[in-house]
């Protein structure tokens, strides 16, 4: 064929199909004697046969049909083959278009996005099944010196079940379609994706040994596309919702793909520009509204801009990798959880793709937060620094000060040898007054007034977000001094696992008159050690005006559960309400006999209480186990103090 006539122009043409494998061929020419044109005609009958287009480059097997011609005339019958694995359906028109020849190639399939998916190396990704007919129409241009082509491709989606996240979720992808235009030469291309309210472009240079990306511009919403610079790599999201927290699932899911573990065929840079605005956007578990970002990439690294209603700040991202990030003010407000389901699942300790990655990219990152407020009440001002060695991130700094409340810690978080997750925790927490500190978390009740030191260090395995309460090993230690215990008022989970104001709740219902008011106390220390998650203690000890408590137990953090035994033994002469409330008889027979008797008289008294706590950690359950009693004399000035009252009754 390339030594006839038609060399130029379906010889070309079927080059340019690059055909491969045995063929049957036939031709007929027609020569007249009275020189009008010679017409050849013929056929080449495909059976599993292989075409490699140039340009964009497409392999398709299996192929079989027939290609015919008539002069420069090519057309196609019955043509089929096989491409990624799926069938294709395929029609070819070609002539001779004045200096050019040009081939139209229209194609097609009912492809399913399982099988789709798993020929592009994506096998394991399960967000999207369903199928699509799709048609593709591509037009090339074969010139003496080059080639130009353009394909659009057509996929609709109303077939397409989609878990991905907005924008690419079930509702955006009803109805609507997907679109790709791929428009250039065999030296450069430009390639147009679109999906509904997502769309991309980029100018891909052939010139090299590897295709490159010069030029790119990504969008997410409503936004216009600018004219791409050489070198611009730009970001634009514009949208009005954003749930940054579901697309870390769909990260973790595409990283443990091959086609991700395996080295990319293009040079992709890094993007220049990022621009961010969304009227929610939920990050880390946290909400942020009327967000605004706006990123460059410049001499000195990334600059950034963010601000919303609860965060204000900017950023820089040293082209030497350090990340130095300044905050005005930082509002957190956090919804609990308010699921009633007890059966919790055990935290994967296991680092994941997206820990991996975090763990590889992390940057020695410097924080500060001038003004942080959590749940609408002003905590302080946070500093902290964060270094990278190996495997691991160390929390070389983190304090917040907060009026006369300072918190200091320090820790780390690793990914080991055998590829788990796991993070120390040491803190140093103390204050002048617990009502300032407990104040600033909207908890009123409680220990109140009291001087506080508190001691931790904890290892476990997860990360310091994803704590496993399972592998908790470490101790903890607290002393508060000179302060009372008085309502609860939400206070129960702040003041730790043995949980002190519901003991003091239950003593009040048990002995009225002397704990209305709160129970004043000098000092209330006390130690845990921590094992596996279980919390023992022996040696919680609260001495207060009206007498001693002890405290010895357990508390299950897995199970949430605490099982604990109290013992509190009155000071019977610390006071008249104390002695009335712990006297056997009541306060009027104490009056009567104290008028009644010249001696001092000799009283039943309860001299030890015993408690059981138990139940869950966040709503235990007191319940008195027993009182001790014993003979008191009346000391002289109880004596004297009761007769005055029996007086001025």
């Not at 090993?473 to 043995?498: P, Q, T």
Request: without cysteine.
């Amino acid at each position: 064929m390339m030594k006839t006539p038609l060399a130029s122009s379906v010889g070309n043409a079927l080059t340019y199909l690059g055909l491969s494998g045995p063929v049957k061929a036939g031709l007929s020419l027609t020569i007249p004697l009275d020189g009008e044109q010679v017409k050849a005609v013929g056929a080449v009958k495909l059976a599993n046969n292989s075409i490699k287009l140039s340009g964009p480059t497409v392999e398709i097997d299996k192929v079989s049909g027939q290609v015919l011609f008539e002069n420069d005339r090519v057309s196609t019958n019955g043509l089929s083959g096989m491409l990624l694995g799926q069938k294709i359906e395929l029609r070819i028109d070609g002539e001779q278009q004045g200096k050019h020849y040009e081939l139209d190639i229209r194609s097609g399939g009912n492809w399913l996005a399982e099988k789709l998916l798993s020929e592009a190396g994506l096998k394991g990704f399960d967000y999207l099944k369903g199928n699509t007919i799709w048609t593709m129409n591509l037009v090339l241009g074969i010139f003496p010196q080059t080639t130009q082509f353009l394909a659009e491709l057509k996929a609709p989606l109303s077939n397409i079940k989609s878990g991905l996240p907005a924008p690419l979720d079930q509702t955006s992808l009803a109805g609507k379609s997907a679109k790709i235009i791929v428009e250039g030469t065999g030296k450069q291309f430009t390639a147009i994706a679109e999906l509904p309210d997502t769309r991309y472009r980029g100018v891909v240079s052939l010139s090299g040994k590897r295709p490159k990306v010069v030029s790119s511009f990504f969008e997410v919403g409503n936004s216009s596309m600018p004219v791409s610079k050489i070198g611009s790599h730009l970001i634009d999201i514009n949208y009005p919702s954003l749930d940054i927290d579901s697309w870390k699932y769909v990260i973790e899911a595409l990283t443990k793909t091959a086609a991700f573990q395996k080295p990319s065929s293009t040079d992709i840079p890094s993007p220049t520009g990022i621009n961010l605005r969304a009227d929610k956007l939920d990050i880390l578990g946290f909400s942020l509204n009327n967000v605004n970002v706006a990123a460059r990439n410049n001499k000195q690294g990334w600059n950034v801009l963010f601000g919303s209603k609860e965060l204000d700040g900017n950023a820089l991202w040293h082209n030497e990798g350090a990340l130095d990030i300044s905050v005005d003010h930082l509002f957190v407000n956090h919804e609990a959880n308010s699921s009633t389901n007890e059966e919790k699942r055990r935290v994967e300790t296991k680092a994941s793709a997206v820990d991996k990655l975090i763990m590889k990219h992390f940057p020695n990152t410097s924080l500060v937060i001038e003004q942080l407020w959590l749940q609408g009440y002003r905590v302080g001002r946070l500093k902290s620094k964060v270094s990278k060695s190996n495997n691991r991130l160390n929390l070389t700094t983190f304090s917040i000060d907060s009026g006369d409340n300072m918190i200091d810690a320090s820790g780390w978080w690793e990914i080991n040898n055998s590829g788990k997750n796991h993070s120390r925790l040491a803190f140093n927490a103390s204050g002048a007054d617990t009502a300032d500190i407990m104040g600033r978390f909207g908890v009123t009740g409680g220990i109140q007034k009291a001087s506080y030191t508190t001691i931790g260090d904890i290892t476990f395995d997860g990360t310091p977000w994803a704590p496993d309460t399972h592998t908790m090993d470490g101790d903890i230690s607290a002393v508060m001094r000179e302060g009372y215990i008085s309502g609860v008022g939400g206070a129960g989970k702040l003041l730790g696992l043995f949980s002190l104001d519901s003991i003091v709740r239950k003593m009040q219902l048990d002995f009225r008159g002397v704990f209305e008011d709160g129970l004043a106390f000098d000092e209330i220390s006390g130690r845990g050690v921590i094992t596996d998650g279980v919390v023992v203690t022996d040696n919680i000890q609260m001495k207060a005006l009206a007498g001693d408590m002890f405290i010895k137990g357990i508390a299950n953090l897995p199970e949430n559960r605490i099982d604990a035994d109290v013992k509190f033994i009155p000071d019977i002469t610390s006071s008249i309400p104390v002695l009335s409330a712990f006297a056997v008889a009541p306060q009027t027979a104490l009056i009567v006999a104290a008028a009644t008797t010249v001696l001092s008289p000799v009283v039943d008294v309860f001299t030890q209480v015993r408690y059981q706590v138990s139940g869950t950690i966040d709503a235990p359950v007191v319940k008195e186990v027993s009182r001790s009693q014993a003979e008191m004399t009346l000391p002289k000035k109880a004596l004297e103090r009761l007769r005055s009252q029996q007086g001025s009754e």
